[in-house]
């Protein structure tokens, strides 16, 4: 299984925000295939990671999806439901519609719940992609997920 290493508003292995789709296709392989969002962003498809990149063509936002293990502080994000216990703990989640924020890490956890599911992602984004996309998030009732998980 391959594993990724997460670095909070950073990036992931080599990989860091900000970096053209030039400089990431000279660490990566090329994607399998690519397309445009919803808002014109290009979204570059690789085995179990998605890269999304600004209309100035910088990296902004990753996905991870299950198959694959995604390394956060010695857990797996992915794989591993301690690592969700943690991030609980560690600060306010805010949540919408399946999506768990952790926004001073810039973390977001996908489809979780259920507990079992398994579609579940990982993303992580850029610092400044965060200020976009926040409008109908709510705080989490953290006692309440924590008892479920």
Not at 27 to 32: A, C, D, N, V
Request: proline share 3%; hydrophobic share 35%.
């Amino acid at each position: 299984m391959k594993q990724y290493i997460i670095h909070p508003y950073e990036g992931f292995d080599e990989i860091r925000f900000g970096m053209s789709r030039t400089e990431i296709h000279n660490i990566l392989e090329s994607p399998k295939r690519s397309s445009k969002n919803r808002l014109g962003e290009i979204i570059e498809i690789y085995e179990k990671i998605s890269l999304i990149y600004s209309k100035i063509d910088l990296l902004v936002e990753v996905t991870f999806s299950t198959g694959c293990s995604v390394q956060y502080e010695n857990y797996d994000l992915l794989n591993d439901y301690n690592g969700f216990k943690k991030l609980l703990n560690d600060e306010t989640a805010l949540e919408s519609v399946g999506y768990f924020v952790f926004p001073q890490k810039g973390i977001a956890l996908i489809d979780f719940l259920p507990l079992g599911n398994d579609d579940r992602v990982v993303g992580i984004f850029a610092r400044e992609r965060w200020e976009n996309f926040q409008k109908g998030f709510k705080p989490v009732d953290k006692e309440t997920l924590l008892n479920m998980l």
